[in-house]
Nanobody
Framework: QVQLVESGGGLVRAGGSLRLSCVASGRTFGSSGVGWFRQAPGKEREFVASITYNSGRTKYADSAKGRFTISRDNTKNTVYLQMNSLKPEDTADYYC?????????????????WGQGTQVTVSS
């Protein structure tokens, strides 16, 4: 079992930055692939970024490339999402998710465990 708790969301102006954190509990986190997803009001959940357990591979949505960086510190059981140059269209609830397969899939159904989410609002 893996439990995930996100933090770091908030209100920021366009062009600003936020760093989201996802703290995990559970013995298997260090071998899990982890992804960030987001869901804006009235829209479907979408993939943002993902990382393998040893940080050897990452994957980004086109909307995140060049602006967001995913990283992890397994000694702290934490995965980060650094978000720079934020835009109003980045406004959403952001979710951390983990899977037991060390997958960096963009598909949400691959992920076994989900956090409760943290809200990000970007004002224009």
């Amino acid at each position: 079992q893996v439990q995930l708790v996100e933090s770091g969301g908030g209100l920021v102006r366009a062009g600003g930055s936020l760093r989201l954190s996802c703290v995990a509990s559970g013995r298997t986190f260090g071998s899990s692939g982890v992804g960030w997803f987001r869901q804006a009001p009235g829209k479907e959940r979408e993939f943002v970024a993902s990382i393998t357990y040893n940080s050897g591979r990452t994957k980004y949505a086109d909307s995140a490339k060049g602006r967001f960086t995913i990283s992890r510190d397994n000694t702290k059981n934490t995965v980060y999402l650094q978000m720079n140059s934020l835009k109003p269209e980045d406004t959403a609830d952001y979710y951390c998710a983990a899977n037991s397969y060390n997958s960096i899939s963009t598909e949400s159904n691959v992920y076994n465990y989900w956090g409760q989410g943290t809200q990000v609002t970007v004002s224009s």
